[in-house]
């Protein structure tokens, strides 16, 4: 199970920090990707991180904005995002799965329930 948190609503150029939880030490196994999902629209990637925390993935639209990082002796993943634009705006869900090519496709066998990200220009 994931839990994220963390979302909010900011100003345009401001900063948020979202945390995905998990509660076993099997989370140490998996690769982890954040998605989000705005209303009409479909769930799009946005970054993700291997197991090992030693490689990651960013969508275009966010490389050098969001970093991504996990610490695997607290079972978290977290997503640092700066720079926030109004097109960040929407439900932001963290995923896992043991299989690194399925995490870019959303093809993800554990999901959270998403944390909700409001960006206002």
């Known amino acids: 199970q994931l839990v994220e948190s963390g979302g909010g609503l900011v100003q345009a150029g401001d900063s948020l920090r979202l945390s995905c939880a998990a509660s076993?030490?099997?989370?140490?196994?998996?690769?982890i990707g954040w998605f989000r999902q705005t209303p009409g629209k479909e769930r799009e990637f946005v970054a993700a991180?291997?197991?090992?925390?030693?490689?990651?993935y960013y969508e275009s639209s966010v490389k050098g904005r969001f970093f991504i990082s996990r610490d695997n002796d607290n079972y978290m993943v977290f997503l640092q995002m700066n720079s926030l634009k109004p097109e960040d705006t929407g439900i932001y869900y963290c995923?896992?799965?043991?299989?690194?090519?399925?995490?870019?496709?959303?093809?993800?066998?554990?999901w959270g329930q998403g944390t909700p990200v409001s960006v206002y220009s």
């Open positions: 076993t030490s099997t989370f140490r196994d998996y690769n």
């Open positions: 991180i291997d197991w090992s925390g030693t490689g990651d």
């Open positions: 995923a896992g799965d043991l299989n690194w090519g399925r995490i870019v496709p959303g093809m993800c066998e554990v």
